[in-house]
Every structure is written in C-alpha cells, then in structure tokens.
C-alpha cells in the first residue's frame, strides 16, 4: 500500500495533466460520436424545417407550451382587470398554427412591419383597459412554470411578440380586401343570377388510360412517392395512395312498409273505437261554429218568439198606470246582510247585460207556472215608462195583477257548460288506423332490437374474457348469424367489407341514416347525430350496438366488426392502385384534345348531330343553372357551386367556362376531379347582359347576398396565399403535426 502510493505521489502532476486532457477530449469530441451513434441527439429529432430554420421536437414543444404559457397570462391579466376571459380571443396553440405564425412574423419582418417593446406594452394596456399594475403583471408571471421551472418573461414576451408580428401581417392581408375590390360586386352578382342551359357530352380520361404507354418503374416510384402521404379525396385532381381509416361493420335492416304492412293486419275495428274512446276529448274535438251574428236592434226583436222570451224586467212599465196592490214579500225576497239586493239595470244597461250574462228567460204568469229555479231579487222600485203591455200580460192569465209585484227578480246565473263538438268516428277511423299500425310496427321493430342489443351485448362480452384468457383452450365463442336472425326476425342483412366514411356515404341506405340522441344544450334537448359520426368515431367501440333510422323511416340495427388505422401502404401493395392513377393523369390532355375537337365540330350545329347517333345518347340536355346557388342549404347559407343533374362534380373551372361562352356557341372544360371533360354548347343564358345590368344597378347589387360569395371568395384567396407561402419558405414537415389538445 505505501508503495502504490508513493507512486501517486511521485507522478501525480503528470496524472492530473492526463485527467485533464481525457475531460477536454470528452467534452468537445464525445458528442458528436454520441450523435453518429443514435446517442442522446438522436432523441430529440427535427419535425419541420423552413429555408433558414427548423424546429426540433423539444424546440417546437417547447414553442407550444410557451403559447399556452402566454394565452394563461393574458387570461389571468384579463381576469385581474375584470374582464370576462371567456369572451375575449386567444392566440392559436397548436403545431401546424404556430409554425405557420412563425413564417407570417417573418414575411413581416422582411416588409419591415415589427412589434416594438412600446408596442406590446400597449397591446397590454387596451387587453386589460389600463387597470393591471406593474406589480400585478409580475404576480401573475411569478406563478407561471414550464415543468418545474419558473417562466422568464422574455421568452413570455417573446411569443407574444411573434404572435402580434403575425396578426399584424394578417390584418395588412385583409385590408387590402375592405370592402369589395373593383368588379367582385358585378361578378358575383352573375354568378348567382345569370342561368345557362348546356348541351354537354362527356369524354371519360379512364377510358383513354389504355392507350397511355406503360411507365417504367422509376417513374411510378416517384410518383408514388409525392402522393403516399396524401389521403384520396373524390373532388381532388390529385391523387393520394395513403390508406384511409376503414371499418367492417354488420347491419340488419326493418323495413318499414313491411312492418307496417303486418301490424296492420293486427288492427280491429275494437282497437279503432277503443282508441277513439279513450282521445276523442282531446284530439278529435271539431272546430267551433263561428259566432251568430248579432240581431239589429236587441230593444226591439223583430220575432214575436223572440219577444216573449225577453226578461220581464226589461219591460217598459207605463207610469201614468195605478199601481197594483203589492203582495206580500216573501222571506226570500227580503234583503239581508248575507245577501243584499242586485243592483238595479236601467234601460241603458239592460242590453249590455244580456249580452255579456247567460239569463233564463222569464214570463209573467201565475206563481205555479213562473220558473223559480233563481232566488228571487227586489223588484225595480221606479216603474218604466210604459206598463200597457205588462197588463196585458196579466189579463191574458184570467186576472189582474201588479207587473212589478209578480215579476221574479233576474239574477245571473251559472254559465253552462258549453257542449263539445266531436268528430264522428267514421270520420277518423282510417287516421286513427294509421297511427295504430304505425305505433305498433314500432313497437315491433323495437322488441326486436331491444333483444338484438342483449345478445350482441352478451357476444361482446364473452369475447373480451376469451381474448384476455388467452391460449387457454377454450373454443372462440360464435358470433351472431346474420342471416339466420334475418331469416327468423323478417330483416334485410348487410355486412361490408373494408370501407371509408366517403364510401359509406356514397351508398346511401345506412350511410345516410341518423339517429336522435339527447342533447341537453340543444333548444329541444335532443340533436340529430348522423350514422357515420357514431360508427367511424375516434374511439368508437367495435361490438356497441348501435341504432338508425332514414328519411324513409327505415330502422337499422348495427354494429362496427373491426377496424383499420390510417397507414401508408408499400409500393408493391399500392402499385395497381398507383399505375391506374399515373394513366389517368398521362391521359388528361387526350381528353382534353378530344373534348376541344368535338366543342369545335359543334359550332356550327348541335352536339347529338356532331357526336353521331352512336354516340346521341350521350349527351345532355342540362340547365337552366346559375353558376352558384344557395339549394337546400336555406336562407342564410352561404351559396355553393351549383350540381346539376347529369353533371359530374362540375368545379370552378367547368363554370367559368360555361358562363364565359356566349349563347350559340362550343366550349370545352374537366370537370373537378379532372376525370371527365365534357364538350360544352351553350343553349341559352338568360337574362343577358344587357337586362341583368339593369337589375344589378336597380337592387344595387343585393349586397348581403354578394358579401356571403366574398366572403367564400376570400377565405380561398387565403388559403392560396398561405400555401404560397408556406411553398416559398420550403416548409417540410417530418411527420403529421399535432392537433391542439
């Protein structure tokens, strides 16, 4: 031991010199070595790139969190200062936004367009209406963390100064579009009333593919190459070989005449009357009869019917009459505090209270023939004008009695109840047999289902715990038969192969079902949820039985059998797809040529006569058509390309050939997804030019209408003049960015 370290004595300047040396070479050669060798750098690699920049994965998450970092102070700034958070805007915090806003504050910077430390206090200033201190806005940046690290608020500024670049280079953008630019009005206006009716013959570019010569397997690998990340969109000129997100899913189908037709063979006329019975009060009450109308004069009724049945006591009483003798009153008769006398109606007000009162009719005969059925009231204590009539009354009973003294005192009476008006049953029995078939057709197709659910539930289940068994020996358990259930229950079976949403759709039937589902934040409580949102949902269980129905009233019951991620195929697996495409793209001036050649030959006279009568049939009488139109999508809506039958996908570039071509004569033009190109021969155009001036300078150009097409017109402008530049700054993404979270 002493010899080992006289040793290290003896040679320990020499040693340290070596340590030094090894911890030099460590420092500044290791890492590279590191990174050559998949170390530590290889980690962290670059995700997008831009000529002069790139962002590795810790940089640009780093990037993202600073944006929420900064949306968080701004939010808590606002609240400080007693703003509603919720309402105000916040800066966008997902990757593709951010890398976009990035190359925005750059184009601007370029232009001289710069943020400025004023400038940013100042944004600050109007954000919280002047009323954060400097003390606050520390507060507020102190309990920030990134991780565990505390938030230094240069690099909190420093977003949001990149952030502010950015808007201000978008603001310039749309002023430049304030306010319709010069023509758009008129344009527009065209577009949306401006009609043509066309002669169109379509020329199919598939159908020239065959005489395309094969390509070689460098040109396909290319071109396999710039499309295999792209998914395939059926309006897109371009090809895109990636695999789509596809389902296999098992359907059984109830349809609805069917059972409508079996659940009425099960309606007896017992179940009509019974039903009747139970809802004629309230749902087969018949309208009101209109009011009677109101006599000319209800002083004097023309009926002598009429007359008689007038309440006495609006009888005029002649006052130069000797009053009779007054018998006595009876105890009825006399006021008491319990009931005190009815107010006395005057000639005035007599009318009035007929009309508004239900009052029985009283006459002036003997007691044993008055009707009594009302207490009695004091008699009028002044008498009436006239009393001749009332002693006529009296003599034509066989004795003389005081009119005022046998009177019987009118009171209101109850108002009866009125009698209900009914609906015979013979006039509601077919409706009343129709809603009964159709309930219990329902009902049916809703035991059957209810019972469908049970058993797939139960299926599901027995197969979770077989897979999570494993290599246990025990048998798979049996899925449902489809055509067994369909067989036994009276259903229509349906199971798909591999399949995207588009596809899905196109079909039609269950592709284009829904269902309503509860919704409490909808003004009804319940919102329409579409098949296709419930069945290719992210997340979506395979096995969860699941319910539809179509505008037909047609019931479906289905589930989802597996499912296949988006993937991007090899070139041997995508090559037939990939040569098919490469042909349709070769063939597209063929087409192109052909469909002129044609258009031109139709100058002349009309297409059937050019094309020949093989080929007569063809071709398509189409129209009238405005360019744009609002269709089914309602008031409000902003306008679309119109779709008229007999025309496939017809874009911008089909419409603006047609509406450039006067009538009488040929054009040419590819529909949208350049698979067809259609010879064209304008028919007619109305109204032309000349009127539809005079209506566009009378309705001043319809501005809320033309605003909606500018509108649209606009955010595509946008959209090509961020392509632009994003194509000009060279932006490549290494992988698919992340959505905001």
């Known amino acids: 031991m002493a010899g080992s370290f006289n040793f290290f004595r003896k040679y320990q300047r ?64 606002a609240a400080v200062a007693g703003r509603d958070a919720s309402q105000l805007p916040a800066f966008p915090e997902g990757e593709e936004l951010i890398v976009r806003e990035l190359l925005l504050a750059r184009q601007a910077e370029e232009i001289g367009l710069t943020v400025s430390n004023t400038a940013i206090n100042e944004f600050l200033a109007v ?76 020329v199919a570019v598939e159908d020239l593919a065959v005489s395309v010569d094969p390509p070689n397997e460098a040109e396909l690998r290319v071109f396999f190459d710039r499309y295999k990340n792209d998914l395939p969109v059926a309006r897109s000129p371009d090809p895109g070989f990636k695999e789509p997100f596809r389902i296999r899913y098992a359907a059984l189908k109830a349809d609805r005449k069917k059972f409508e037709e079996e659940a009425a063979k099960t ?74 006398p009815a107010a006395e109606p005057n000639a005035e007000t007599s009318s009035e209270m007929r009309r508004q009162l239900r009052v029985k009719p009283v006459s002036l005969l003997a007691d044993d023939a008055a009707d009594s059925s009302g207490p009695a009231t004091e008699p009028p204590s002044e008498p009436a004008a006239d009393s001749g009539k009332n002693e006529k009354s009296a003599d034509s009973a066989g004795e003389t009695v005081d009119a005022k003294a046998t009177e019987p005192a009118q009171t209101p009476a109850e108002p009866a109840e009125p009698e209900m008006n009914l609906r015979p049953l013979e006039e509601v029995a077919d409706q009343i047999r129709q809603q009964l078939t ?51 229950q009276g259903l229509v079976a349906e199971q798909s192969d591999w399949i995207a949403a588009p596809a899905a759709a196109e079909a039609g039937g269950i592709g284009g079902s829904f269902e309503f589902v509860p919704d409490p934040g909808s ?100 129209g009238p058509f405005t360019w744009l139109t609002q269709g089914s999508a309602g008031f409000g809506a902003p306008p679309r390309i119109s779709q008229p039958k007999d025309l496939v996908f017809p874009g911008e570039a089909f419409m603006q050939a047609v509406f450039a071509t006067p009538a009488g004569m040929s054009t040419s033009a590819f529909n949208e997804p350049q698979t067809i190109c259609y010879a064209l021969r304008v028919i007619t155009s109305e109204p032309d030019e000349a009127e539809l001036r005079t209506r566009f300078a009378s309705s001043r150009g319809e501005p809320q209408r033309v605003a909606m097409v500018a509108q649209e017109a606009f955010a595509d402008v946008f959209r090509n003049w961020i392509e632009g530049l994003e194509t000009s700054a060279g932006l490549t993404w290494n992988r698919e960015p992340r959505q905001m979270r």
Do not use: C, H
């Open 267 to 340: 309606i007896t006329d017992e179940d009509v009357k019974a039903f009747y019975e139970e809802n004629k009060e309230t749902r087969f009450r018949a309208p009101a009869p209109p009011p009677a109308e109101k006599p000319a004069s209800a002083e004097q009724p023309s009926d002598p019917a009429a007359a008689e049945s007038t309440p006495a006591v609006e009888k005029p009483v002649d006052a130069d009459a000797a009053p009779a003798k007054q018998p006595d009153a009876s105890p009825a008769a006399e006021p008491t505090s319990e009931a005190p």
């Open 14 to 77: 020499s040693m340290l010199v070596a340590v030094a040396v090894l911890a030099m070479l460590a420092f500044f050669v290791l890492p590279p070595f590191l990174q050559m060798s998949g170390g530590p750098a290889s980690a962290d690699p670059v995700v997008v790139t831009w000529k002069g920049g790139e962002f590795r994965e810790g940089q640009l998450d780093r990037a993202v969190a600073m944006r929420t970092l900064t949306n968080r102070f701004l939010m808590e700034a």
């Open 523 to 622: 003004r009804f409580g319940i919102r329409q949820q579409r098949w296709l949102e419930m069945i290719f949902a992210e997340g979506s269980i395979a096995l969860r039985p699941i319910t539809s129905r179509d505008a037909e009233g047609n019931r479906y019951f289905s589930w989802k059998q597996a499912e296949q991620e988006e993937r991007v195929p090899s070139f041997a697996e995508a090559r037939e797809t990939v040569e098919k495409a490469w042909r349709i793209v070769e063939a597209r001036p063929l087409a192109q040529q052909r469909a002129a050649e044609i258009a031109a030959a139709a100058a002349e006279r009309s297409l059937p006569e050019t094309v020949g009568k093989e080929q007569a049939e063809a071709v398509r009488t189409v």
């Open 438 to 488: 159709r309930e219990r057709a329902t009902a049916t197709i809703d035991a059957i289902f209810s019972a469908l659910a049970g058993d797939l539930t139960a299926y599901a289940e027995d197969r979770a715990v077989w897979q999570a068994r494993g290599d246990s020996g025990q048998p798979e358990p049996v899925a449902p038969d489809l055509e067994k259930i369909a067989e036994k």
């Open 127 to 202: 954000w919280t209406n002047n009323m954060v201190r400097q003390d606050q806005f520390d507060q507020i940046i102190a309990g920030l963390r990134y991780g565990r690290a505390p938030v230094v608020a240069a690099d909190l500024f420093g977003s949001l100064r990149t952030a502010l670049t950015a808007r201000n280079m978008l603001l310039l953008f749309q002023t430049g579009f304030s306010g319709d630019p010069p023509g758009w009005s008129w344009d527009f206006y065209k577009r949306l009333e401006q009609a043509a009716t066309v002669e169109a013959y379509p």
